[in-house]
T-cell receptor
Framework: NAGVTQTPKFRILKIGQSMTLQCTQD?????MYWYRQDPGMGLKLIYY???????DKGEVPNGYNVSRSTTEDFPLRLELAAPSQTSVYFC?????????????FGQGTRLTVV | KQEVTQIPAALSVPEGENLVLNCSFT??????LQWFRQDPGKGLTSLLL?????REQTSGRLNASLDKSSGRSTLYIAASQPGDSATYLC?????????????FGQGTELSVKP
């Protein structure tokens, strides 16, 4: 009963380092999303994907990259980490974009850039 | 552009009180609206999904209503308990957002005092 799994749960990066946040889902969902949540704020969309090989930018894509080679996995890459990227990152998935489609979220990755 | 607002940002009530959380959105062309619960340091747990054709949904002590024409949704919590303390987020899935992206409000932080 895994759902959406994110790794790692916590990470501290130094300025200028790179890392990949992993996200995998076992529900065979086509749509996957990466959001970031800053203190006291709602979630803002970084990137999304509507299927393997198809990705697009969200509201706040600068400093991030994604790929989607399989239906299950949607990794988020941070290049040259900056303090402004300190945040909690959530991955989500849903089967499609219609009326009766619920979004499912992972437990988040808490990232600190120092 | 779809915008979602939640008021108040924080709410403190005594145990046993019935309460209402508010969510408003600017564009009524939505597929659905979803209410989430977020415990401190945790991920998002889906509470209720209301399709655009529905007026309300119920789950236990929770009842969510949707009025598309006025751009409002409410989450009613009956007989509140200290375990209900958490941040409650609403999110809408708009017709015109490619990829079925969820647009989030900033959340209402609820504290239920024993």
């Amino acid at each position: 009963n895994a759902g959406v799994t994110q790794t790692p749960k916590f990470r501290i990066l130094k300025i200028g380092q790179s890392m990949t946040l992993q996200c995998t889902q076992d529900m065979n969902h086509n749509y996957m999303y990466w959001y970031r949540q800053d203190p006291g704020m709602g979630l803002k969309l970084i990137y999304y994907s509507v299927g393997a090989g198809i990705t697009d930018k969200g509201e706040v894509p600068n400093g991030y990259n994604v790929s989607r080679s399989t239906t299950e996995d949607f990794p988020l890459r941070l290049e040259l980490a900056a303090p402004s990227q300190t945040s909690v990152y959530f991955c989500a998935s849903s089967p499609q974009a219609g009326m009766n489609t619920e979004a499912f979220f992972g437990q988040g990755t808490r990232l600190t850039v120092v | 552009k779809q915008e979602v607002t939640q008021i108040p940002a924080a709410l403190s009530v005594p145990e046993g009180e019935n309460l209402v959380l508010n969510c408003s959105f600017t564009d009524s062309a939505i597929y659905n609206l979803q209410w989430f619960r977020q415990d401190p340091g945790k991920g998002l747990t889906s509470l209720l999904l209301i399709q655009s054709s529905q007026r309300e949904q119920t789950s236990g002590r929770l009842n969510a209503s949707l009025d598309k024409s006025s751009g409002r949704s409410t989450l009613y919590i009956a007989a509140s308990q200290p375990g209900d303390s958490a941040t409650y987020l609403c999110a809408v899935r708009s017709f015109y957002n490619q990829g079925g992206k969820l647009i989030f409000g900033q959340g209402t932080e609820l504290s239920v005092k024993p």
